[in-house]
């Protein structure tokens, strides 16, 4: 179910990015209706980035806000490189940060916060959601923010790498450690339910 997202969600990112870019050219001359338009397109991506990182609700909705008034302050230094996702996503990787520094702290993140960013996914089961929020409390901070990128966002390793400013081999390895660690937790709920059910 994850892997189906993955590829669904990275074709939409790959064919937006031209609708994107033209988001960020509007808003660069001044219209609102462009950025209204660009955020209904990117805000889950950006939240679910957003809470990866900060781990809290609350914080993660004022990165989400103060991102898009950064985008539009930022709109007219754009330049299009094919990627408007990355630009965004750096934009709040570093209000993310800062958030950090400021309350140099992250709090633990509670189930809830993945309950309420799983709801703005509206094809996802509430038995899916049950399962995702349970797989991403079981992970570490990087190991959740790189398959938020990947799995939600729809980033490539190369992609994450380079935003999150950390080698290409420590992606591919933390993201495969995540996996394996879902995986595993995944069959033993699998094999608990086959023996309850006998």
């Known amino acids: 179910m994850i892997i189906h997202l993955t590829a669904e969600h990275e074709s939409k990112t790959n064919s937006n990015a031209g609708v994107l870019d033209s988001y960020i050219d509007r808003i660069a001359a001044g219209d ?12 889950a991506s950006v939240y679910g980035f957003s809470l990866s990182i900060l781990k ?3 914080d993660a909705e004022d990165v989400l806000h103060d991102s898009y008034l950064a985008v539009y ?16 996503l750096t934009i ?10 400021e309350r140099k702290k992250a709090a633990d993140i509670v189930p809830q916060d993945w309950e309420t960013y799983l709801e703005s996914h509206k094809g996802i089961s509430e038995e899916d959601k049950l ?41 591919l390895s933390k993201y495969n450690r995540a996996i394996r660690k879902l995986k595993k937790y995944l069959g033993k709920e699998s094999n608990s339910d086959d023996k309850s059910g006998n």
């Open 32 to 43: 609102t209706e462009a950025l209204a338009f660009l955020y209904r397109a990117t805000s």
């Open 73 to 88: 302050s930022a709109a007219s230094a754009y330049r299009s490189a094919g990627k408007p996702m990355a630009w965004i």
């Open 131 to 171: 399962v995702i929020t349970e797989c991403m409390n079981r992970l570490s901070d990087v190991e959740r923010q790189i398959v938020a990128l990947h799995a939600v966002a729809g980033f490539k390793h190369r992609e994450i790498a380079s935003l999150l400013h950390i080698p290409l081999s420590t992606v």
């Open 56 to 58: 809290n609700t609350q």
């Open 92 to 101: 709040t990787r570093n209000l993310c940060l800062q958030k950090l520094r």
